[in-house]
């Protein structure tokens, strides 16, 4: 089985990696997949392979059925959306779409999951059970494609045994994979705050209530939710990005207007810094004379890689691509909305290394010059697929 899945993959990579070039080419950013979705319906259709479209308005979920397909299913996923950046490679496929980019790899997650779907198709009489194939939107903006096409049934009819994800990690060479058990990506809540005040002439502050300065010290009183009320052996993450005055030198706006995010990995602490950032916000507010809006949006969850599901997967890698390929992760206080399934059923979220520095293939995700060693189409493909065939036998 190992030789054969081997042998396909190498046989299909040109085929995937058109795929993931005419993607990369035209991305599209979270929950306007339109043209995506068409494309993956169209060669999941030239491959005769059954799907369902229309869930989560732009996602596809693709059933491949084996002999005796009641006795177990397995789903896999694949994410289709891309970022708002403007993409600065100068490659044959760069994003034809000024300001979307595929910067964090779900052209090669869409790409190696079509090959991992014909793959498993051409198999089919070769194993007994069922593999569901889920081609989600929007994994980058909440509340997240994942959450919303478990809402809509996509865990069910029928339910999956286990979820297995893939993502791309530039920190790993390729040819390498990477796994954690239990906890492994943090949660992740946006924070939305307009602290108002009384704006003037900036050499007549007694007259205002200055909105800048009240803003500041809730921006630096907030850091003490992370030193000194969070335990310290539990990792959290308390950052500000955008913070908006519209004064001037010598203006003193009526009102400042800020955007952050909080991550943790723990939903028990998560839901008692909320309380806290909350409390402290307004006080700060009130007693400094401004009155404040502040939100908290409740985005993805911790996200929990079962340790039997994960370990089995880990051994189904090592066979694969041998013990010298496996790489042990560390915690990532990233999030990822697959942490959504997870809540659901029992899944493993792992990393398939994408770096080559001998072709300068080492820019982080999310950045305007992140791309990948294609070579690692041919592992994201046969190991997806290799692990669905052995898990379906356990």
């Known amino acids: ?28 950013l979270s929950y306007h997949e339109h043209n995506t979705s068409e494309y993956v319906q169209a060669q999941l259709a030239a491959s005769g392979i059954n799907f ?23 789903a896999l996923r694949g994410d289709m959306d891309a970022l ?16 979307v980019m595929h ?49 809509e049934g996509v865990l069910q009819n029928p339910k999956p045994n286990c979820i297995i994800g893939q993502h791309v990690m530039p920190l790993i060479e390729t040819g390498k994979v990477g796994f954690r058990s239990g906890v492994y990506m943090a949660s992740t809540d946006e924070l939305y705050m307009r602290v108002k005040g009384k704006g003037g002439h900036g050499a007549m502050p007694h007259l205002n209530i200055d909105p800048v300065v009240i803003t500041s010290h809730i921006i630096i009183a907030l850091q003490q939710i992370v030193s000194r009320t969070a335990n310290p052996t539990m990792p959290s993450v308390l950052s500000f990005g955008k913070v908006i ?15 952050g ?3 943790t990995l723990d939903e028990t602490w998560r839901t008692t810094a909320h309380t806290h950032m909350t409390k402290m916000v307004h006080g700060i507010a009130e007693s400094m004379g401004a009155k404040v809006e502040f939100e908290i949006r409740k985005g993805y969850p911790v996200l929990y890689n079962e340790p039997q599901i994960t370990a089995r997967t880990r051994n189904y890698a090592t066979d694969y691509l041998g013990q010298e390929n496996i790489v042990d992760l560390d915690i990532w ?61 356990v």
């Open 245 to 259: 005055a519209n004064g001037a030198t010598n203006v003193i706006p009526d009102e400042v207007y800020v955007e």
């Open 1 to 28: 089985m190992k030789e054969k899945v081997k042998q396909k993959s190498e046989q299909l990579f040109e085929e995937i990696r058109t795929h993931r070039r005419h993607l990369h080419m035209h991305p599209e």
């Open 52 to 74: 369902q479209n229309g869930i989560a308005d732009t996602g596809i979920v693709a059933l491949i059925e084996g002999k005796n397909p009641t006795k177990k299913v397995i």
């Open 333 to 393: 206080m990233a999030a990822e909305d697959f942490a959504y399934y997870t809540q659901v059923t029992d899944g493993c979220f792992y990393r398939l290394g994408t770096r080559n520095e001998a072709r300068g293939i080492t820019s982080s995700v999310h950045t305007p010059t992140f791309d990948v060693d294609e070579d690692s189409l041919k592992i994201g493909v046969g190991l997806m697929a290799y692990i669905a065939l052995r898990e379906l036998s």
């Open 103 to 151: 910067a964090c790899g779900h052209d090669v997650h869409t790409s190696c999951l079509l090959g991992a779907a014909k793959i498993l198709h051409s198999m089919r009489h070769e194993f007994e059970g069922t593999i569901k194939c889920i081609f989600q939107p929007a994994e980058e903006k909440l509340p997240g494609g994942a959450s919303i096409m478990i809402k």
């Open 261 to 263: 995010t909080f991550r």
């Open 84 to 99: 708002p950046i403007n993409e600065t490679n100068d490659v044959i496929y760069k994003s034809q779409n000024p300001g």
